[in-house]
């Protein structure tokens, strides 16, 4: 017999009232959190550029955001908001005090400039990702149906997507890498899956997933989609489990403190493994492989918690996430050497992510490497992995304040989607494990818009398939609405399904009343209101 469950227990509906999910009090509270951290740090930034301020203030109210919203929606778009934050401004300040040894991530007089392009940027793409949750009014949750065939399919698809991989790594056809990667994540959408549905056992197999991914990125010393994946599964965990506000502080506390470890590690490892072993020898070696980077990820954690970091190395790894030297490069190149593409990358972009390249063969080929040498001067070797950003992309076409613009409406697209998702998921939670899937790399602003687009129309493309190949997914995720009981044992007001509920309740009272109803109809109407 299926079992229903809630998986959104403690929920509270939003009251009447709120904008963007929040009421008045809040935003206020949000308001005096980004005053208070732009006050706080004004002498650091204060002979800088004030345009750190209004970023610090954003990060605030965002953050304050997030805290009371992921209650109702899972808070991708303020992930969103924070990764650019960080790219685009923080990374860049923090650089002054711990300048990278590669001189060409310094940006030096020109800082100021590069600050206040990405605090723009930040503030437009709020705007935009506003949009996501504007007049979203959550009910009470809908119910997930949990079957033992439903159940069954979610370890289909993590088996699945785990041999998709492993294919995969072996495979020399480029031209399916694509087509592997699509089916792996299949993995994920198992994981998640059942960890929306809170089904039994969904914790061991999201580490186990996560072990994998150690292993797989360990072959190569290439971590970003573990990290990418871990601030996925970070997202769904506080919406499903209603995180508090300690438990999210310690969250962002651990990340702080992991990042740092992860760089150094990954370095380390490059640096002890890599030479001329054939790749039949890095699939054997990879368990020791994985060992091995724990080892160093161990020795980096403590040097990190012990405050033992060395400050060339620091400079590194805030070299490693900002972006904002990169687009600080194409404002040199742009429009002095290359003119503004004028919206070429974005036709390109649509080129690239809706037609087959059988169909147009010459199509662009995602990955930066081209956009870099163009737009910012810059030629990649074949194991560097670099790309212009969207907000560097945006200035390449338009300029300064079209780039800005084009930022926002990026951002608007991207919170469209996320709406689309989301308000199905209000009825269907199941919706919410298919969010990672389709916006994987939406998450990074260091992407370009093809990337990110020809990502997100093939991975839609491969949902399809998946509805069509997992028939008890399917019918979880169309199902009809099963509403569970509205909060505190109230009924809803000016809830217009009760009203028509209580309509036709009457109705069939008046029909199986016939006679009296006849008899009632020959009264006078003012004898009838007596």
Known sequence: MPLEKSVTAGFEPPSHGKFLLLQRRQ??????VGLALAVVFFPAYESISLWVGGTLFLVGVIVVHLRYVCHFIVPVPHLFLLIIAVQYVLGAWASVQYPSSDPAC????????CLSYGTLVLLTCAIGSSFSMAKLRPAAPGKVTITPRLLTTFDMMILAGCFAVAVGKFSHASS?????????????????????????????RLGLILTLEVVFSSMFGMFGNIILWGVWAFAMWIYLFKASRQKLTIAFIVALVLMPSVHESKWQLRDSLFGDENEAEIYRRAPERALLWLSYFGRSLQKTVTGNLDKAFFGDFIARFNQAWIIDRVMQHVPDYEPYARGDTLRDAFIGAFFPRFIMPDKPISGGRENMAIYAGMELDEGTSMNLGFGGEMYANFGYWGGIIGSGLYALALALLFRWIAVRALASPLWWSVLPYVGFLSLKAEEDVLSVLNWIVKACVFMMGVCVVFPAFRRALFAAPARSQPAHGKTPRNHKGVRAILARRANQVGLAQAGEAQELTNVPPHSARR
């Open 176 to 204: 399916l890498n694509f087509v592997f990667t699509l089916l792996g994540n299949l993995r994920y959408l198992g994981v998640f899956g059942r960890m929306v549905c809170k089904g039994p056992g969904w914790v061991w």
């Open 27 to 32: 935003w206020l509270l949000a308001t005096f």
């Open 106 to 113: 310094n940006i030096g007089s020109r800082l100021p400039g």
